[in-house]
Every structure is written in structure tokens, then in C-alpha cells.
């Protein structure tokens, strides 16, 4: 599991986001509506993530076998 850290030693900025996921093998993503807002709007549009499940508080994301990390 990526810790929040990870991503927050970005220094708020989010151009990184993909790559923390990609070295750590992150396959899963449950993101929360209010507070992950920005990267949630991220994943939404990029390839290879699919919402396997979403509420009012919170969205589960599921990356495909293939990674979807292209450039």
C-alpha cells in the first residue's frame, strides 16, 4: 500500500502522480470525494484505470493488467 506520504512528497503537485504509482505496483486505488478531489479527476482520465465501485464518499480504482502508464 502507497502511504499518502509518497504522493505528498510531491510538494502538492500532482505531474508526478503516475510514476509513485508505477514504483510501487499500485494495482488499487480508493480515493475519497471531498479530500482526493484533484488526483481523482486525474485518474478518471487516464488510461487503464477503471472504477470498480463508487459511492457518495468515495471512489475504488482498479488499474488494468496492462498498467495504462504510457507517457
Given at each position: 500500500?502507497?502511504?499518502?506520504?509518497?504522493l505528498?512528497?510531491?510538494?502538492?503537485?500532482?505531474?508526478?502522480?503516475?510514476?509513485?504509482l508505477?514504483?510501487?505496483?499500485?494495482?488499487y486505488?480508493?480515493?475519497?470525494?471531498e479530500?482526493d478531489?484533484?488526483?481523482?479527476s486525474l485518474?478518471?482520465?487516464?488510461?487503464?484505470?477503471s472504477?470498480?465501485f463508487?459511492?457518495r464518499?468515495?471512489?475504488?480504482?482498479?488499474?488494468?493488467?496492462s498498467?495504462g502508464?504510457?507517457p
Amino acid at each position: 500500500m502507497v502511504q499518502q506520504g509518497a504522493l505528498a512528497q510531491l510538494g502538492g503537485r500532482f505531474d508526478g502522480w503516475s510514476s509513485v504509482l508505477d514504483r510501487y505496483g499500485v494495482q488499487y486505488l480508493i480515493l475519497d470525494k471531498e479530500r482526493d478531489g484533484k488526483l481523482l479527476s486525474l485518474v478518471r482520465a487516464r488510461p487503464g484505470w477503471s472504477v470498480d465501485f463508487e459511492d457518495r464518499t468515495s471512489v475504488l480504482f482498479t488499474r488494468s493488467l496492462s498498467g495504462g502508464s504510457e507517457p
